[in-house]
């Protein structure tokens, strides 16, 4: 598949393009041509790695190429990749917690330091449908961080909130109850963020980036997903890792649809997020990606599968690591408010978090406590649903920071 992919993309790509310092390419059989400059080679695997006018790389074995190029890459030698961009690095750690949240002191970031960026994935449980209305009668009481004295919504301004949802943006401003997604209603978020804003002395954003009614094991399927997927199914893009798109070619194989689509859209809407850190963080210059939430499980029991739930996991852990540039980044999610322990979703969540390749650095939330009703309903809207949840995931992710 990933063979047939490249061949595909060179294909595409053999015209003339013209970058400034570039070398005229022939592909094996001498009847096509394109530019580009010559980043790495591999004399030892036969990787080659050409940047493209558009500032694109496109990375390949040499037996694509003519004999010609094959013989001046072997006289060229090995070329080492320039290193890759980095995020800049945060000493900041999560400070231990109160049993009740101070309201917010009104006070923006101290901009110095890198903004701190949670990624947030899920389905329609993540997107969220709570009801503020509700939420505010009864906030005084249960949530009081979340209004003042007058019983006005506060506003976090060291917390920034992001929403896209299919790659479009849906809501950008500071964190407040009164609206969480752009629609008027809110999900974890709200929760999340509170406990994130107050635990971490450094500005902090929620990066969201979801939609409902997808399947892990298909619509989310992560790129180094090999046989865990629906049907034994493998990741199905051809999207690179920091370049995702969403290959009309591949769709059209698949009835519209391919597995891992998903994942390539919201990622590459959060990618793209990030290269213009100051629209989504006013007077953001520097980031780290700390963590990733992930709420979502309805629809594989349909679509998915939940027999290798677990295993996706991992594989989604790891390349959202990969694909955010963030090696240390944690790891947190919740099961659905229906479910006990003992579900088999539930229990390949929990497997998932036990794996000691993810010691320290995963945690799941368990729902159902502090949940009404099921997330196939959303909940009903209850508001407090997504608050409870919201704030339980927010706390584990803060003492996952602090260790």
């Not at 094996?28 to 790495?40: I, V, W």
């Amino acid at each position: 598949m990933k063979t047939r992919r490249i061949a595909i993309a060179i294909a595409a790509l053999f015209l003339s393009l013209g970058p400034a310092h570039a070398r005229t390419w022939k592909n094996s059989d001498g009847t096509k041509t394109f530019e580009g400059e010559l980043k790495a080679y591999s004399a030892e695997t036969g990787k080659v790695t050409v940047t493209l006018a558009n500032g694109k790389d496109l990375t390949f074995t040499q037996d694509k190429l003519s004999a010609d190029d094959i013989a001046f890459l072997k006289e060229t030698g090995t070329i080492a990749p320039a290193p890759a961009p980095t995020a800049a690095a945060s000493p900041v750690k999560a400070s231990a917690l109160p049993d009740v949240l101070p309201d917010p002191d009104g006070k923006e970031a101290d901009m110095s330091k890198p903004v701190q960026v949670f990624v947030m994935m899920g389905q329609s449980n993540m997107v969220g449908f709570g009801n503020p209305g509700q939420v505010k009668g009864v906030a005084a009481e249960k949530y009081p961080y979340l209004v003042d004295d007058a019983g006005n919504w506060n506003v976090r301004k060291d917390v920034r909130n992001v929403f896209f949802c299919m790659a479009q943006l849906k809501y950008n401003d500071w964190l407040t109850a009164e609206n969480g997604n752009g629609s008027g209603k809110f999900g974890p978020e709200i929760g999340i963020g509170n406990y994130l804003g107050h635990a971490i002395d450094a500005p902090v954003m929620l990066l969201k980036s979801c939609v409902g009614n997808r399947a892990l094991g298909w619509d989310l399927l992560p790129p180094s997903a090999v046989g865990t997927g629906a049907k034994g199914g493998s990741y199905q893009g051809d999207s690179e890792s920091s370049n995702r798109k969403v290959s009309e070619a591949a769709k059209a194989k698949n009835g519209g649809w391919y597995a891992g689509l998903q994942y390539d859209q919201d990622v590459g809407a959060a990618q793209t997020a990030l290269k213009d850190l100051a629209t989504y963080y006013p007077g953001g210059t520097k980031f780290e990606v700390a963590g990733f939430f992930w709420w979502q499980g309805e629809a594989d029991p349909a679509k998915g599968n939940v027999e290798t739930y677990d295993k996706n996991l991992g594989f989604l852990f790891n390349d959202l690591k990969k694909d955010f540039n963030a090696p240390n980044a944690k790891f947190v999610l919740a099961t659905l408010g229906e479910h006990d322990k003992d579900a088999p979703l539930a229990q390949k969540m929990f497997a998932f978090a036990e794996n000691p390749e993810f010691k320290d650095q995963a945690a799941v939330f368990f729902s159902k406590p502090v949940s009404k009703g099921s997330g196939n309903g959303h909940y009903g809207g209850d508001g407090e649903t997504y608050m409870n949840v919201g704030e339980g995931m927010g706390k584990a992710m803060a003492e996952l920071l602090a260790r």
